[in-house]
């Protein structure tokens, strides 16, 4: 079973930057899809991005479309998410899972940005 282990969060303001980082331990990291997704506060878990295992495609919710970008090192087994001009509305518990979601979920990382 994966496992998969997230980092980078933060506290940051209105406008700032922060780059995600998920380690992963499965073996066939680099054949598999791979996504992050976040939960606020009260809210479900949603889903942010997804990249192909080959890093070929990638696509992201409408909320976070130009600002996030999702990539891959397969040589690593580690996915980022590059995440600018965050907004207060962006702060959430960050999970790194396959795509779709499958198995068990991390630990995640907090990122809150104060307006």
């Known amino acids: 079973q994966v496992q998969l282990v997230e980092s980078g969060g933060g506290l940051v303001q209105a406008g700032g930057s922060l780059r995600l980082s998920c380690a992963a331990s499965k073996r066939t990291f680099s054949t598999s899809n791979m996504g992050w997704y976040r939960q606020a506060p009260g809210k479900e878990r949603e889903f942010v991005a997804r990249i192909f295992w080959s890093g070929s495609s990638t696509y992201y919710a409408d909320s976070v479309k130009g600002r996030f970008t999702i990539s891959r090192d397969n040589a690593k087994n580690t996915v980022y998410l590059q995440m600018n001009s965050l907004k207060p509305e962006d702060t959430a518990i960050y999970y790194c899972?396959?795509?779709?979601?499958?198995?068990?979920w991390g630990q995640g990382t907090q990122v809150t940005v104060s307006s």
């Open positions: 899972n396959l795509y779709p979601p499958g198995g068990s």
